[in-house]
């Protein structure tokens, strides 16, 4: 059996998913930057809450860590190197860890650049990559603590993982990814193809994410780049466009 996941859209452009591992009756929920709309959503759907899982360390991923764990008694698991600055964090992850949720485990990694000590979770069975604010679908995550070099490493991580894997990231940010992602390479057919699919979608209010690694592999210039100088380049250039 694998994941069941849910994407609950909150705080505007913010994604948070919640999780239900069927076989053991495990429920978690990834980056609630919020409180009301996902307790709301779990208490909707019966299941109870057994763990919060955090990426980072940033309030829009983290505010309703402690008025979901008063509501239903769940344990948070957090980046290790951030763990100062996850309120109500139980369980320090980093790079190499595992996670357990139910029958399935995650593999912890390091994913920093972001913020310092930025991790991602990805369930492998399930083929599913919650990556916060590392990458997004054509984009990746301003440099607010990291650098360059930090976040080109992290992509080589994700990228290393399989085609089909799915990536959820934390934002609603495609439609203006892809855009910029035009700008600099708007000769790639598979980047043109995804544009009107983006366009599309978007037009219906549906989101689009989750992508997979193929496609961003395929399609997004920051994991297309060859190294650090021309993530850090396209960067750059994103922050100003």
Sequence with gaps: MTLEIELLPILGDNYCFILREPEKGVTAVVDPGTD???AARIEALGHGLDWILITHHHADHTGGNLGLKERFGCKIAGPA???ARVPG???ELGHGDTFTLGAETAAIIDTPGHTRGHISYHFAQSRALFCGDAMFVLGCGRLFEGDAEMMFRSFERLLALDDATRVYCGHEYTASNAKFALSVEGDNPDLQARAREIEALR???QPTVPSTIGQERA???F???RSAEEFGRLRTLKDRF
């Design 81 to 83: 190197a951030e763990a």
């Design 203 to 205: 037009a219906k209010d």
């Design 219 to 221: 399609t997004n210039p």
């Design 89 to 91: 964090i139980d369980v």
């Design 36 to 38: 009301g709309p996902v």
């Design 223 to 225: 994991a297309r780049a």
